[in-house]
């Protein structure tokens, strides 16, 4: 089954600073690829997410980028704010209907 | 606006008891899930169902069963506490295939 290794576990930037969190998988068949952004006492939320046609996705500061010869999808975060302060997910799965597989999540902080 | 609900935020119970978690959508979504979330292991599905009264296991199940009687609501079961199974769950939904999953906000449940 699929597998998804998420680095790094922590993260802590200067506000303004950019941060990336990177993803790998195993599956060759995954083609969709959400993230997660789950502030504190929250309920994840779907911030991103690319599907295996195309290469790169933005929405303002947020991009995702992915490679699938290497199996390998990042998470952008430019201009960084206090506000990005949360953990954030990454998730794989195929084009059939088998659940999304989490990676363990990074813990990002901002600095102000 | 999607509306996943959950019956309890918090709830603390004895080792032994049976424990009832409900889990409530109102999209008309074909699928569900839960999962528990423990810090440094990210999420992880216990159970998950396709469609009524369908359930399918997922990488944690031992200790838990679940019941999908209508569409719109998916119940998890601790047939008995343990103090192992003290946790965070969240409930997720979607509609198939490579779409958005919906999460809840989440119960965090005690097993003294």
């Known amino acids: 089954g699929e597998n998804v290794e998420q680095h790094p576990s922590t993260l802590s930037v200067q506000e303004g600073d950019s941060a990336v969190i990177k993803c790998t998988y195993s599956?060759?068949?995954?083609?969709?690829f959400p993230w997660y952004k789950q502030e504190l006492g929250k309920r994840p939320q779907l911030i991103i997410d690319?599907?295996?046609?195309?290469g790169e996705k933005k929405d303002q500061r947020i991009a995702v980028t992915l490679n699938k010869t290497a199996k390998h999808f990042s998470l952008h975060i430019t201009e960084t704010q206090p506000e990005d302060s949360a953990v954030y997910f990454c998730?794989?799965?195929?084009?059939?209907?088998?659940?999304?597989?989490f990676g363990k999540g990074t813990r990002l902080s901002v600095i102000a | 606006d999607v509306k996943v609900t959950q019956s309890s935020r918090y709830l603390v119970k004895r080792t032994g008891e049976k424990v009832f978690l409900e889990c409530v959508q109102d999209?008309?979504?074909?699928?569900m899930f839960w999962y528990r979330q423990d810090p440094g292991l990210g999420l992880r599905l216990i159970y998950f169902?396709?469609?009524?009264?369908?359930?399918e296991k997922g990488d944690i199940p031992e200790g838990y069963s679940v019941s999908r009687e209508k569409k719109e609501r998916f119940s998890l079961i601790l047939e008995s506490a343990s103090t192992n199974q003290t946790s965070m769950y969240l409930c997720?939904?979607?509609?198939?295939?490579?779409?958005?999953?919906?999460f809840g906000p989440g119960t965090r449940l005690t097993v003294l």
């Open positions: 599956d060759s068949a995954s083609n969709y």
């Open positions: 998730a794989a799965r195929d084009s059939g209907n088998t659940p999304l597989v």
């Open positions: 169902s396709y469609d009524v009264k369908m359930k």
């Open positions: 690319i599907r295996s046609n195309v």
């Open positions: 999209m008309d979504h074909e699928n």
């Open positions: 997720a939904s979607n509609v198939g295939g490579p779409d958005t999953q919906y």
